[in-house]
């Protein structure tokens, strides 16, 4: 299931969005990520970064790493649907049924992620609520 991004609600709580730096091919992209892995969650594509920029989660390659991406087998204006070169900042926000978010984490550096174990126990939580 892939759906694209016009805002975010309480039932987004059950949405991931894919790690950057790996932009979205948009929604057909996502059909096919989701059959490959046997995924039982949606995917949230967000066109443009425009839920992340309403939330401070994006920036702009500065121009000396678009000169580096540049020499990657990589076509990130095509990957990412436009050629802004702004990228999502990687997060992890878990959000309830209410619309509270219980859990958020975010940090530039894509090399840097929370535990799965950490996002399953705060699932678990909210589950046991």
Known sequence: MAREASGLGPDHSRNAKGPPPRPSHGPRFELRLCGHRN????????????????????????????????TFPLDLAKFNGDSSWILPIPGRFVVDRQGII???EADPDYTTRPEPSETVATLRALTAR
């Open 102 to 104: 219980r859990a958020a």
């Open 39 to 70: 995924l039982t969650f949606e995917i949230l594509t967000d066109r443009g970064n425009e839920v992340a920029g309403k939330f401070g989660l994006r920036f702009a390659l500065p121009p000396y790493l678009r000169e580096l991406y540049a």
